[in-house]
């Protein structure tokens, strides 16, 4: 009996979705240090996949989130501790941690009321000048 009940709970389709079990959210928290962090490349038309909308960024949450929790992302190769760097794109170990417990908690959108304004998009030209 017991492994006709072990065989049942594996054959149940699994949820479509993670449980919401946070109250951060993409327009309220996430979104903003994504487009001050990361929107340079994650852009449209930029270096990687574009993170700018909630559409765009939930599928890639947990990739996310584990590039960013073992400081893969967003790429910096200069060495931290050594001087002030102008530019240094890194996330605060609060941003990484709102970042962690968001996907953890779901990932939920929120209301897009809360979204800051998207940042300006770069052309490849003006990346090269500026």
């Not at 951060?24 to 994650?42: P, Q």
């Given at each position: ?8 709970a ?18 309220k ?6 487009y ?9 038309g ?6 700018l ?5 939930r ?6 989130r584990?590039?960013?929790?073992n ?23 609060a ?26 998009e ?9």
């Amino acid at each position: 009996m017991k492994s006709l009940l072990i065989l049942l709970a594996l054959a149940l389709p699994a949820r479509a979705h993670d449980p919401i079990t946070t109250t951060l959210t993409w327009s309220k928290e996430i979104s903003r240090f994504v487009y001050t962090h990361c929107a340079g490349c994650h852009r449209p038309g930029g270096r990687a996949m574009s993170l700018l909308t909630y559409e765009e960024a939930r599928p890639w949450a947990k990739a996310m989130r584990e590039q960013v929790a073992n400081r893969r992302m967003p790429p910096w190769d200069a060495v931290k501790g050594f001087g002030q760097f102008r530019d240094d794109p890194s996330l605060s170990q609060a941003e990484i941690d709102l970042l962690v417990a968001w996907v953890e908690g779901g990932a939920p959108e929120g209301n897009s009321e809360y979204l800051p304004s998207r940042p300006p998009e770069v052309s490849a030209e003006t990346e090269l000048v500026g």
